[in-house]
């Protein structure tokens, strides 16, 4: 403070000084229920502060606002500090507000506001200020990254106050990071760090560092980094057709995938060169054959690489016969024959995708037909072995000779004939009628 602004301060004072000395002579009521009433604020580096002092019950008494210095900055209406960012807006016997642009952490501290009374009374008033982050920077990435290296990202920023927080985001996704804080006078210098193992999947991943703090209303300060990751070609072959048949049209395709771009294939067959290249055309990374047959039986491979290594696929490609097929029949058979195995293997497919509910009706009316035939054979069968046993049992008997009809009585053989002769007649008597 230079010799003007001491005089200046010095002259306020005792003018202030005989104000109360005439209010106090002139006046006949007590000055005990005055008091000044001020509010803690907090204002953001490089904003502007507010500071009123307010006295509800005043008789002309002057008021007074001072610095954490105590160096006075208004006496009334009076500017006692000569800096342009302190302005007065409002002064009256009951209230003084001054304004502070363009704060600054230096004008942090307690302010206090004076009421030039018998004693003086004096409201104190902290001023907070809020210290900004500065913009986030990252450290540590290497570009390009090699599929399987070990980084560490570091995130930075100064100047907070209090200290700041940092976040990590990997694409949309929060991740979790190492903190690091350090003071630094009256801000503080935050770090965060991040360990990756990098993989492919790690190409083109946009790693995201904010910062939150109470000072930034509005969008946070942040900083982003993409990983551009190498590494070695996967290659894999897609085909057109599930079963090749002759005569078809297939297309092999080889889809490689590597950084760089493993670009351009190689196709061979059996571990050689491709035999015929009027069918089988080759444009980029595709291999088409136009007309299939039993000479394209084999092993294709597709190989693709780049700086960090080399990968290949195999198809085994077997071309199958196309399905012939019987003339229809003049004479409808009495019931459907089923199909055999070969017929199966081709009508798989749409069978069992596209079933036809008339042909389940039809099998169901053939069974049903084949069970009639066998209940009416079983049946005449049964009835004929009936009939056969009673005939078999009605004729069952003792059946005799002619020697044996005659030999109860003869001596010997010949005179055993004689009497069954004999005995012929008497047999016609005894004749047996079977109804």
Same mark, same amino acid.
């Given at each position: 403070?230079n010799?003007?602004?001491?005089?200046?301060?010095?002259?306020?004072?005792?003018?202030?000084?005989l104000?109360?000395?005439?209010?106090?002579?002139?006046?006949?009521? =007590?000055?005990? =229920?005055?008091?000044?009433?001020?509010? %803690?604020?907090?204002?953001?580096?490089?904003?502007?502060?507010?500071?009123?002092? +307010?006295?509800?019950?005043?008789?002309?008494?002057?008021?007074?606002?001072?610095?954490?210095?105590?160096?006075?900055?208004?006496? =009334?209406?009076k500017?006692?500090? $000569?800096?342009? $960012?302190?302005?007065?807006? #409002?002064?009256?016997?009951?209230?003084?507000?001054?304004?502070?642009?363009?704060? @600054?952490l230096?004008?942090?501290?307690?302010?206090?506001?004076?009421?030039?009374?018998?004693?003086?009374?004096?409201?104190?008033?902290?001023m907070t200020?809020?210290?900004?982050?500065?913009?986030?920077?990252?450290? /540590?990435?290497?570009?390009?990254?090699?599929e &399987?290296? #070990?980084?560490?990202?570091?995130?930075?920023?100064? *100047?907070?106050?209090?200290?700041?927080?940092?976040?990590?985001?990997?694409?949309?996704?929060?991740?979790?990071?190492?903190?690091?804080?350090n003071a630094? *006078?009256?801000?503080?210098?935050? $770090?965060?760090?991040?360990?990756?193992h990098?993989?492919?999947?790690?190409d &083109?991943?946009?790693? @995201?560092?904010?910062?939150?703090?109470v000072?930034?209303?509005?969008t946070?300060?942040?900083?982003?980094?993409?990983?551009?990751?190498?590494?070695?070609? +996967?290659?894999?072959?897609?085909?057109?057709?599930?079963?090749p048949?002759?005569?078809?049209y297939l297309?092999?395709?080889?889809?490689?995938?590597?950084?760089?771009?493993?670009?351009?294939?190689?196709?061979?067959?059996?571990? /050689?060169?491709?035999?015929?290249?009027? +069918?089988?055309?080759?444009? *980029?990374?595709e291999?088409?054959?136009?007309?299939?047959?039993?000479?394209?039986? *084999?092993?294709?491979?597709c190989?693709?690489?780049?700086?960090?290594?080399?990968?290949?696929?195999?198809?085994?490609?077997?071309?199958?016969?196309?399905?012939?097929?019987?003339?229809?029949?003049?004479?409808?058979?009495?019931?459907s024959?089923?199909?055999?195995?070969?017929?199966?293997?081709?009508?798989?497919?749409?069978?069992?995708?596209? /079933?036809?509910?008339?042909?389940? =009706?039809? #099998? &169901?009316?053939?069974?049903?037909?084949?069970? &009639?035939?066998?209940?009416?054979?079983v049946?005449?069968?049964?009835?004929?072995?009936?009939?056969?046993?009673?005939?078999?049992? +009605?004729?069952?008997?003792?059946?005799?000779? %002619?020697?044996?009809?005659?030999?109860?009585?003869?001596?010997?053989?010949?005179?055993?004939i004689?009497?069954?002769?004999?005995?012929?007649?008497?047999?016609?008597?005894?004749k047996e009628?079977?109804?």
């Amino acid at each position: 403070m230079n010799l003007k602004s001491h005089l200046i301060f010095t002259l306020y004072t005792i003018y202030g000084i005989l104000l109360k000395v005439m209010a106090s002579k002139g006046k006949a009521r =007590g000055i005990s =229920g005055q008091y000044p009433l001020v509010q %803690n604020m907090t204002v953001t580096e490089g904003g502007t502060a507010n500071m009123t002092c +307010r006295v509800e019950y005043n008789d002309n008494t002057s008021l007074q606002w001072s610095n954490p210095a105590q160096q006075t900055l208004f006496f =009334g209406d009076k500017k006692a500090l $000569r800096d342009n $960012r302190i302005e007065l807006v #409002h002064a009256s016997w009951s209230e003084l507000t001054i304004s502070i642009s363009d704060v @600054t952490l230096t004008d942090e501290g307690m302010y206090t506001c004076s009421l030039f009374t018998m004693p003086v009374r004096t409201a104190k008033a902290y001023m907070t200020v809020l210290g900004v982050p500065e913009k986030p920077e990252i450290d /540590g990435l290497t570009k390009p990254a090699l599929e &399987g290296d #070990h980084i560490t990202l570091t995130c930075m920023t100064q *100047g907070s106050k209090p200290a700041a927080d940092l976040r990590w985001f990997r694409n949309e996704k929060e991740v979790k990071g190492a903190k690091e804080v350090n003071a630094s *006078g009256k801000t503080f210098t935050v $770090r965060s760090s991040l360990q990756l193992h990098v993989d492919r999947n790690d190409d &083109g991943v946009a790693y @995201t560092c904010k910062v939150d703090h109470v000072a930034l209303t509005q969008t946070p300060q942040q900083a982003t980094e993409v990983l551009e990751v190498h590494y070695a070609p +996967r290659v894999q072959i897609i085909h057109s057709l599930a079963v090749p048949q002759e005569g078809q049209y297939l297309k092999l395709e080889c889809v490689s995938k590597g950084n760089p771009s493993p670009d351009p294939v190689m196709w061979t067959k059996d571990g /050689g060169e491709l035999p015929d290249l009027d +069918r089988m055309i080759v444009e *980029g990374r595709e291999l088409t054959f136009t007309s299939l047959n039993k000479t394209d039986n *084999g092993t294709y491979r597709c190989e693709a690489g780049n700086h960090l290594g080399t990968s290949s696929a195999e198809y085994v490609l077997y071309v199958y016969d196309v399905p012939t097929t019987l003339p229809p029949s003049t004479t409808p058979p009495l019931h459907s024959i089923p199909p055999g195995p070969t017929a199966l293997l081709g009508t798989h497919v749409s069978v069992a995708g596209n /079933g036809d509910p008339n042909a389940l =009706g039809q #099998h &169901g009316t053939d069974h049903a037909l084949i069970g &009639g035939v066998v209940a009416v054979v079983v049946f005449v069968t049964l009835c004929l072995i009936i009939v056969l046993g009673r005939y078999l049992a +009605r004729h069952k008997g003792t059946y005799l000779t %002619n020697e044996a009809k005659g030999a109860d009585d003869a001596p010997d053989a010949d005179t055993a004939i004689i009497n069954a002769e004999g005995n012929h007649a008497h047999a016609e008597e005894k004749k047996e009628y079977f109804i």
